[in-house]
């Protein structure tokens, strides 16, 4: 069975910076097109960049500048580094990944993790 796993969520005061991990497990391949979103209390759950196979990467343009995603192909974890926090970053962070397992390609999204900026 393939999950995804975030980690590295928290509490920072703002312009700090946190490191936001998706690690893949269970019969996984390779893992494609991965997404990080994210949903404040309240508000629609909203993608915040994205990175496909060859490493094109997309952002929003609220976290444009300040947020870098990557990957870690051998690994078949993505992050998405977090600098300069405002107090609106705060959300729940979910990764979204499509991930081949030797016969389909299933999307699948982590259990998300907390991300709070204070002021």
């Known amino acids: 069975q393939v999950q995804l796993v975030e980690s590295g969520g928290g509490l920072v005061q703002v312009g700090g910076s946190l490191r936001l991990s998706c690690a893949a497990s269970?019969?996984?391949?390779?893992?494609?097109?991965l997404n990080w979103y994210r949903q404040a209390p309240g508000k629609q759950r909203e993608l915040v960049a994205s990175?496909?196979?060859?490493?094109?990467?997309n952002y929003a343009d609220s976290v444009k500048g300040r947020f870098t995603i990557s990957r870690d192909n051998a690994k078949n974890t993505g992050y998405l580094q977090m600098n300069s926090l405002k107090p609106e970053d705060t959300a729940v962070y979910y990764c979204?990944?499509?991930?081949?397992?030797?016969?389909?390609?299933?999307?699948?999204w982590g259990q998300g993790t907390q991300v709070t900026v204070s002021s």
């Open positions: 979204n990944a499509a991930i081949y397992d030797g016969v389909v390609t299933r999307m699948k």
């Open positions: 990175i496909n196979g060859d490493g094109i990467t």
């Open positions: 269970g019969s996984v391949l390779s893992v494609n097109h």
